[in-house]
């Protein structure tokens, strides 16, 4: 199944700044592991925000859910997801 998905990240003002560092680099690292696999189909930066929209290849919501809570920044991201179903008109 496909998911529109669109994470929002919310830095705490007091967050200590090389721990913040720590946990981006981990979530790049995952962030390509997941693209390699296939399961991280597109990641898109919106621009001006520090916000992404992304499209997940996952086998249902339980497994979306584990991946997006599994993720480094997930306490600092707020979460948009969107179930994906294949339009009438698309030829691809
Ligand atoms: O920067 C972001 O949009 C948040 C997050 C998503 C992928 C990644 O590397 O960081």
Do not use: C
């Amino acid at each position: 199944m496909l998911y529109h998905v669109r994470m929002d990240v919310r830095v705490p003002h007091d967050v200590d700044a090389a721990t913040f560092d720590r946990l981006k680099a981990a979530e790049k690292a995952r962030a390509e592991e997941l693209q390699r696999s296939g399961t991280w189909r597109h990641l898109w930066r919106i621009a001006g925000e520090y916000a992404n929209v992304s499209i997940f290849d996952v086998a249902d919501h339980d497994e979306l859910h584990a991946i997006l809570s599994g993720l480094p920044l997930f306490p600092f991201m707020q979460i948009a997801v969107t179930p994906l179903a294949r339009h009438p008109s698309a030829i691809a």
